[in-house]
Antibody, heavy 118, light 107 residues
Framework: QIQLVQSGPELKKPGETVKISCKASGYTFTNYGMNWVKQAPGKGLKWMGWINTYTGEPTYADDFKGRFAFSLETSASTAYLQINNLKNEDTATYFC???????????WGQGTLVTVSA | SIVMTQTPKFLLVSAGDRVTITCKASQSVSNDVAWYQQKPGQSPKLLIYYASNRYTGVPDRFTGSGYGTDFTFTISTVQAEDLAVYFCQQDYSSPPTFGGGTKLEIK
């Protein structure tokens, strides 16, 4: 079955860097793009962008241009989200998500909580 | 970006009640609306796509309707296990955007 398994929680200080992984299984990795979604504590969902897993080309939502980077390790069917120069407002759970038979997000990782605190 | 205005933000209901949540898009999104359920501590789960299509394995007490700018999500007979936050989302145009969520609590 299709699974997206994310790396564990992270505790970081402001200014540090974090890299989250999302390992896909149960399908051909390069056939579907990978999306990233942010959920701040007690808040709603915000789409960060996606990466074309066939070409490696990332697309970032406007609020996530600059400090955020999507990357791939295609041989390991794994997508990554890196956040540089962490700020307190980056404290959130980050989800990877994949489309299904439509453009809706049918498959989600379990989420990775990133806490930024001095 | 298209804004999805979801109401109400909070619902307190009894098991067996009928629940309706609405989402209004800031511009037409055709029928490109999905509805998700997020239970405490879990990732979102797709319930409805293309406004009215129930996703695989979703119980038929969950239904969606609407077209253009106005969308409705209904739970016909709420069960205790439906305790969750529900989100609408448009994927008509990029960036895909979500409603603010409706927290459903059971008395």
């Amino acid at each position: 079955q299709i699974q997206l398994v994310q790396s564990g929680p992270e505790l970081k200080k402001p200014g540090e860097t974090v890299k989250i992984s999302c390992k896909a299984s149960g399908y051909t990795f390069t056939n579907y793009g990978m999306n990233w979604v942010k959920q701040a504590p007690g808040k709603g969902l915000k789409w960060m962008g996606w990466i074309n897993t066939y070409t490696g080309e990332p697309t970032y939502a406007d609020d996530f241009k600059g400090r955020f980077a999507f990357s791939l390790e295609t041989s390991a069917s794994t997508a990554y989200l890196q956040i540089n120069n962490l700020k307190n407002e980056d404290t959130a759970t980050y989800f990877c998500a994949r489309e299904g038979i439509t453009t809706a997000f049918a498959y989600w990782g379990q989420g990775t909580l990133v806490t930024v605190s001095a | 970006s298209i804004v999805m205005t979801q109401t109400p933000k909070f619902l307190l209901v009894s098991a067996g009640d009928r629940v309706t949540i609405t989402c209004k898009a800031s511009q037409s999104v055709s029928n490109d609306v999905a509805w998700y359920q997020q239970k405490p501590g879990q990732s979102p789960k797709l319930l409805i796509y293309y406004a009215s299509n129930r996703y695989t394995g979703v119980p038929d007490r969950f239904t969606g309707s609407g077209y253009g700018t106005d969308f409705t999500f209904t739970i016909s007979t709420v069960q205790a296990e439906d305790l969750a936050v529900y989100f609408c989302q448009q994927d008509y145009s990029s960036p895909p955007t979500f409603g603010g969520g409706t927290k459903l609590e059971i008395k």
